[in-house]
């Protein structure tokens, strides 16, 4: 049989397969603000937005995004531009989370820094503090994991940005200050995590507020 002449067969195109397609950050990010609005709203509980927002910086796929709000009125938001009176970024390139450790010892961040979109603070007979009255949000959302082991991780934030937080306290304390910012483009902070034995505090620094974002990065960037 003369393979030649045999007619060939057209390859099926793959058809459109978004559920499979990697998430981006602007992806993620989207959807984070859904599930803000959600919680604003009182369409979430701060417990729910938390699990949720978590499951989002999880997400490797568009698909495991979208039932994260399939049962919110997402459809207005999904299509609205990112653009925002903030000047958030520019983000770096995508890495591993920052990691804050204090074994037997203390670690601080504070003052004028990059805030990237997540940080791993752990304490065991040490204490952590970070100190956001000062950074510069590279995102609207930022995650900050907290695990304190006979120590504390103490965290401040500015009184005008959006502070949620989900934990557990074993023999010892979680505490995290709901806020809401009135602004609905302003940073988001969720703190999660546990603590045995220690403290875990998130609270706003009274006094310290985060001016807008793009006054602050052209005064940072010197434009």
Known sequence: MDLEKQPQQPVAPAGPAPAGIRASDADRDRIADILREAVAEGRLTAEEHAERVELVYRAKTVGELGPLVQDLPAGGATG???ASPYAYGPEGPSGPAENLVAVFSSSTRKGRWRVGGRTNAFSLFGSVEIDLTEALFGQRLTVINATSIFG??????PENISLRGSG????GNFE????ESTDPEAPVVVVNGYSVFGNVEAKPKRGKLIANL????RKHLGR
């Open 80 to 82: 609205r531009p990112a």
């Open 152 to 157: 504390s991780v103490e965290i401040r934030v």
């Open 168 to 171: 557990t306290g074993i023999f």
């Open 176 to 179: 995290v200050d709901t806020l």
């Open 214 to 217: 793009h006054d602050q990065l």
